[in-house]
């Protein structure tokens, strides 16, 4: 079992930059595949990013390749999500997930852990 909680989100003008980070409790969360997605009012939970296990692959939803980067420290039990550039388009909740196989995915049905969500807002 694992519990994760995001932190990190807030209100930010368009061309800023925030710091998410997902903190998982569980001594099984070096093996996990992690995930971020978002979800805009009125719209359905997206995709945004992906790590395997160890963190030496990732993948990136179109829409924040080049301005996102995904990591994690599995010494500090931790996933980050770095936005940098951001746009107004960028307004959601994020959320982090963490499924059981190392493997990442880009799916959130493969997904088993999910934390409660913390808003990022992007002002123009």
């Known amino acids: 079992q694992v519990q994760l909680v995001e932190s990190g989100g807030g209100l930010v003008q368009a061309g800023d930059s925030l710091r998410l980070s997902c903190a998982a409790s569980?001594?099984?969360?070096?093996?996990?595949?992690m995930g971020w997605f978002r979800q805009a009012p009125g719209k359905e939970r997206e995709f945004v990013a992906a790590i395997n296990w160890y963190g030496g692959s990732t993948r990136y939803a179109n829409s924040v390749r080049g301005r996102f980067t995904i990591s994690r420290d599995n010494a500090k039990n931790t996933i980050y999500l770095q936005m940098n550039n951001l746009i107004p388009e960028d307004t959601a909740v994020y959320y982090c997930a963490g499924r059981a196989s190392g493997a990442l995915s880009i799916s959130r049905y493969d997904y088993t852990y999910w934390g409660q969500g913390t808003q990022v807002t992007v002002s123009s």
């Open positions: 569980g001594d099984t969360f070096s093996s996990y595949g």
